[in-house]
């Protein structure tokens, strides 16, 4: 069972409370009877986390398109600061 305690118990034994959740517990918060907050020992990322953020991404330029003849595959072209459009 998971342990509650209020915010002002966590505020005034915050270091011993980060002890408690890096020894594996996992401890509820309240405040005014409302739970707020859930701390816990940090979860170890996955691979299936890494390919889900990197789908978040979107798509990648080809950096490697147009290396065979030398053309850029990104426009480095810097604007024309003098021009009036």
């Known amino acids: 069972m998971m342990r509650t305690i209020t ?11 980060l002890d408690e959740v ?20 940090p979860r170890r990322a996955t ?6 953020s990197l789908d978040e991404l979107g798509p990648v330029p080809d950096f490697a398109r ?6 850029p595959s990104v426009d480095m072209t810097p604007p024309d600061r003098w021009s009036d459009a």
């Open 22 to 41: 890096a020894a594996g517990e996992r401890i509820t918060v309240t405040r005014s009877g409302v739970p707020v907050a859930t701390l816990g020992p």
């Open 66 to 71: 147009g290396a065979e003849d030398g053309t």
């Open 47 to 52: 691979l299936s986390d890494l390919v889900a």
């Open 7 to 17: 915010a002002t118990e966590a505020a005034r034994g915050f270091s011993h409370l």
